[in-house]
């Protein structure tokens, strides 16, 4: 790696993540923002000038000339949702590689069209989901995995909500139908179903039922909604999510040994470090007065913020691909899909009236 | 209050909880251990003098002497749940204020029997249900009543779990058919099901639905399972209990405005204080890097354990009776009758295979 060219990356609209994605871009130190393009040149030229962009970047007044720009390599894409499946393809037709936000597709019809065009294509595709890459993601799950500490997991419980407001509740684009219309199931509850599958190491439930009571708007879109998630085996996780109360962002794992519980796996506290609280064999005092042994907080460092971590194992894989001359990595693309194939399902059992839906892989 | 005599307690049986609450007996200050019967008088003997209990107190080789004796005030009950109603009744006929372990009845049916002998012989009838009464708790309750501050309640989430282990699981009285035929539900359930009617201010759901993929033994008992709650204005609750897995004793409650957090509500994880969460209009810094503001803890000191502060408002009120002739409290035994309305209905649901079941009142 070292000596290498950067990844060359094209953003591709003005979202408000990609300001936050930008900015990692310059952090990873193996990528540079190469261009932006926005249906307004405007738009785009004053996102450049306000977000670190160097000086031989390229603006453009649209995404097309993004994607035929020679030199982008790699392009972040946080449009609207229902826009993926249409600028995913031409990306990959053009042969960039793919920083796709979540939720990745309306449903995984969608989502298959965007895999075929970036395996035939030979581009690597990534969801754009911070919280996988921040080195307190590998420490939780190196608990969890540990049989003799852990022991057998059981139960998961996930919580993402955040009180959106008036004003994100009529216009934001997630709450739109032609835009966004997963809605709440898409945004925040896309982080609920991939924090479960993670538990499990990708373990597809066998079926899901939505909880009764979402809440729609007037035009249909989920704005809170949950379910709970069964698989074979016994295990059972649930979850909440919403845009209509305080930010939550909890993960509780539940083994037959162990308990693991973290408050913030989306968006940590803070920038430079997060926590999570492991028991392990958790019993009581003599008089059972108090807990013994109890819990313990684990603090891990971070030098770079999860999101910079994101870009650099993203850039590292299109290395390998310009450089080596590997194939895309095909994680990432199977992850995305089991993401997709439960909240499909969950979507069905809303739509069937809360009817038990079988997840089909 | 003051030069008053102390509540004279006998205790029925000897299990294991009736040491924490002799203990909890002899520090509230209110009360005395004035008898305790056993259907062995050689256990009951070595009860009495493994627990503190003053040279003056009665030692009985049967439950019946207990309520005989003409000193005894208020009888601490920690039968197993199948013996309630006999046991409660005959109490309450011999006048005996009643402090009785939870659940307090396989079903409303037997607990209405109950609570209609305690009215009509004018004793209290209180659950001992210990964390209703930690300073925690009302601290708790005045954060989520603050509507500035917490916002309106829409989300509860509660689990409690413990790793019960091989010798529990064959031999416990809480996985017997007929002693604790709840199971799960009536022990660690009953803690669920009580922090989510205490959140809401005791106002009853509107239905119930038990989660999929409960775990029974053999012999048809609960050992594992989960419910959701779901209320006329939207609000929804769930939880978890099992017999399976690690301690956990969370409940969070989400609101529009604010959130709160508890991970040992039942057991504090030590005795002298007890600490929880909150986060009020949680936000994020400029570029969604971190939290702003973060949550907070607060640590709450408590001069008596939660028990003795049981013990002390149980007596408190019985006091009133004894020596100000008031009326037994309706308070207490309403809570007991509601948290048994809904742990019935969870029940139904789960015989009903998982039907969605109305909550009668």
């Not at 909880?211 to 085996?233: M, Q, T, Y």
Request: with cysteine; aromatic share 8%; hydrophobic share 45%.
């Amino acid at each position: 790696m070292a000596g290498r060219q950067p990844i060359k990356f094209g953003i591709l609209g003005c979202a408000g993540i990609a300001r936050k994605v930008s900015r990692a871009i310059s952090l990873s130190q193996s990528s540079t923002l190469a261009a932006v393009g926005s249906r307004s040149f405007e738009k785009a030229s004053k996102f450049a000038k306000d977000n670190g962009f160097p000086d031989s970047a390229r603006v453009y007044g649209s995404y097309d000339a993004v994607l035929d720009d020679p030199e982008v390599d790699a392009v972040y894409m946080p449009l609207p949702t229902s826009l993926h499946v249409k600028w995913a393809v031409l990306a990959a037709q053009k042969k960039k590689h793919l920083l796709l936000e979540k939720p990745v597709a309306l449903n995984v019809e969608e989502l298959d069209v965007i895999l075929e065009v970036c395996e035939s294509n030979g581009v690597q595709l990534m969801d754009a989901t911070m919280w996988m890459h921040h080195p307190r993601t590998a420490k939780m799950k190196e608990f969890i995995s540990n049989s003799h500490l852990f022991g057998e997991l059981k139960f998961i419980h996930s919580c993402l909500t955040f009180a959106g407001g008036q004003d994100f509740l009529e216009n934001d684009i997630r709450v739109k139908p032609d835009l966004d219309a997963l809605g709440a199931l898409g945004d925040v509850g896309w982080y609920c179903i991939r924090s479960i599958l993670w538990a499990v190491d990708f373990q597809l439930p066998k079926s899901v039922l939505a909880l009764r009571g979402p809440v729609f708007n007037k035009a249909g879109v989920i704005l809170e909604c949950g379910a709970s998630l069964h698989w074979e085996d016994g295990k059972v996780a649930t979850f909440h999510c919403s845009f209509f109360t305080d930010t939550v962002m909890d993960v509780t794992v539940v083994g037959t040994n162990g308990t693991l519980h973290v408050h913030d796996f989306v968006i940590p506290f803070v920038e430079d470090n997060a926590s999570f609280t492991t028991a392990v064999k958790s019993g009581f005092t003599e008089l059972v007065t108090g807990w013994e042994p109890k819990p313990s907080e684990h603090i891990i460092m971070t030098e770079l913020p999860q999101e910079a971590l994101m870009v650099r194992e993203f850039s590292r894989l299109v290395g390998s691909i310009k450089f080596d001359g590997l194939k895309p990595d095909k994680k990432w693309p199977i992850l995305s899909r089991k993401t997709q194939l439960v909240m499909d399902a969950v979507k069905v059992s809303i739509e069937r009236g809360f009817e038990h839906v079988e997840v089909m892989s």
